[in-house]
């Protein structure tokens, strides 16, 4: 029997807001452990929580970038449990009535558009960290504690580990533009539960489902959901029963393990938080925070296209980081035009900033310098091999590229007589090469190309050489 995997998501993004959700607490990252705590976030008796208006205004424009319906009257709930990270006892949350309801969001499979519902999205106060030390002890650090997060929540519209990392890119990529969370999965500011079941491919019923924790990376999701599946479909194959539970992703050995069954499940007790008031949101809010909205990735990808006629692929790589986008448009500006400048961004940008672990937005490298670049290989002052170099040295340096040609003396070699030589020079040392080339052996003309580049350090003019070359042979 062929069986197929239903995937929902659950993504908890934490949000930048200067403040925490409901005190004035700073949410910096990497502070002292217990410097950025006050009795509110410690969960004092007799304190109250006021609502960071910033927080509500994030969620407010992430559930409009996804397409979600909006509520004008929401309203927070207790989440009661007991944790170490959990001063209060209570987690404050939303339950019934979420700030954000049925929206969607879309990628690209293979080639093809695919929408993912989103259930909901609602806003909720972070939990601090418990640090367990080698030597046996255990800390608990709570500046985290009331940073603001949301939630959310897919519906289980995803069929495969691929789409699963798909989906959260693109949840990446949108908060990202939005400005709403810095996506940083190491840091822990977006983090994912995958949710998954199997089914025999025609079934339309779904399966029983495990919630896979502690996924935080895109490669971290697809393998948790691969072995997870495997594992599913083992057990469906030995007529055994999957139960459903929680389970942890072991990054160390590759694998999920069992951490509590439904049975042994919290009962949270919802109810209503008393000590706060619903949110009532205007529409006239929301009509503001939408005329606020920056240009989404889908639609930046499609003007990308219709504008600059690029080809879906570059396009999607360049929409991928709003200020990826905006380096390429500013060349573009600059009058690069803008296939070129895309096969440099793709090809050398990404490359060199892989490399040296940087972001686009502290690149060094400013839209300006390759667009002078491109000019120099347009003017034939320098051919496109040396360009790669300059290239890589304007990244390192920070210097104009024509500059860098003076330097390193790398200006394209275009005088006939000096090419001519280097062509006979080589003609002299190869004559059975010659021979064959004249008996139409046309493979032989990289060789000859590549050994005068080598005699002129590769600053040839390619196209010359290639017709000195056959106007010698001719003679
Ligand atoms: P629970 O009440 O167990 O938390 P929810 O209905 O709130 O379940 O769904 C939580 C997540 O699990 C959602 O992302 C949803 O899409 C996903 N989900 C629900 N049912 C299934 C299923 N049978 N298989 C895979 N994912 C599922
Ligand atoms: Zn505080
Ligand atoms: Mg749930």
């Known amino acids: 029997m062929q069986y197929e995997a239903v995937i929902g998501l659950e993504v908890h993004a934490q949000l930048l807001t200067e403040s925490k959700i409901f005190c004035s607490c700073s949410t910096q990252f990497g502070a002292e452990p217990n410097t950025q705590v006050c009795p509110i976030c410690l969960g004092m008796p007799g304190v109250l929580p006021v609502l960071n208006k910033k927080a509500v205004e994030y969620t407010i424009k992430t559930g409009l970038a996804m397409n979600c319906r909006i509520a004008t009257y929401s309203r927070f709930a207790r989440k009661n449990y007991f944790y170490p990270d959990l001063p209060k006892g209570y987690q404050i949350s939303q339950y019934e009535l979420p700030l954000c309801e049925d929206g969607y969001l879309e990628i690209i499979v293979d080639g093809e558009k695919k929408k993912i519902r989103i259930k909901r999205i609602h806003l909720e106060e ?255 002052t320098i051919n496109r091999n040396t360009a790669k170099e300059v290239f890589e040295e304007m990244f390192k340096t920070g210097k104009k590229a024509e500059d860098i040609v003076k330097e390193k003396g790398l200006t394209q070699i275009s005088d006939d007589s000096v090419i001519i030589e280097a062509i006979k020079e080589v003609m002299e040392k190869n004559p059975k090469e010659v021979e064959r080339l004249k008996n139409g052996e046309e493979k032989l003309i990289g060789f000859f190309v590549g050994q005068v580049m080598k005699i002129t350090k590769g600053k040839a003019n390619p196209k010359l050489v290639n017709e000195l070359l056959f106007k010698l042979l001719r003679e």
């Open 126 to 380: 972070d939990a601090g960290k418990n640090i367990h030390d080698p030597a046996g002890y255990s800390f608990v650090d709570f500046n985290r504690t009331g940073v603001p997060l949301i939630e959310i929540v897919s519906e289980p519209d995803i069929r495969s580990p691929k789409e699963a990392s798909l989906y959260m890119k693109k949840l990446r990529t949108i908060l990202r533009y939005l400005g709403v969370c810095d996506g940083n999965l190491e840091q822990g500011s977006l983090r994912c539960d995958a949710n998954v079941s199997v089914r025999p491919i025609g079934s339309t019923e779904f399966g029983v489902k495990t919630e896979i924790k502690n996924i935080n990376s895109f490669k971290f999701v697809e393998k948790a959901l691969d072995y997870e599946i495997k594992r599913q479909i083992k057990l469906l194959q030995r007529g055994e029963k999957i139960i459903q539970e929680t389970r942890l992703w072991d990054s160390q050995t590759g694998t999920t393990q069992s951490m509590r069954s439904k049975e042994e499940a919290h009962d949270y007790r919802y109810f209503p938080e008393p000590d706060l008031v619903p949110v009532v949101v205007s529409e006239e809010w929301i009509e503001k925070i939408k005329r606020e909205m920056p240009e989404l990735p889908d639609q930046k990808f499609e003007r990308f296209i219709r504008d600059y006629g690029l080809p879906q692929y570059d396009a999607e790589i360049l929409t991928e980081e709003r200020a990826l986008a905006e380096w390429f448009e500013e060349a573009v500006k600059l009058g690069g035009k803008p296939k070129e400048v895309s096969n440099w961004i793709m090809v050398e940008l990404l490359r060199l900033l892989n490399e040296e672990n940087k972001d686009i937005s502290d690149c060094p490298l400013k839209p300006i310098q390759l667009v002078e670049l491109i000019d120099l290989i347009n003017k034939g």
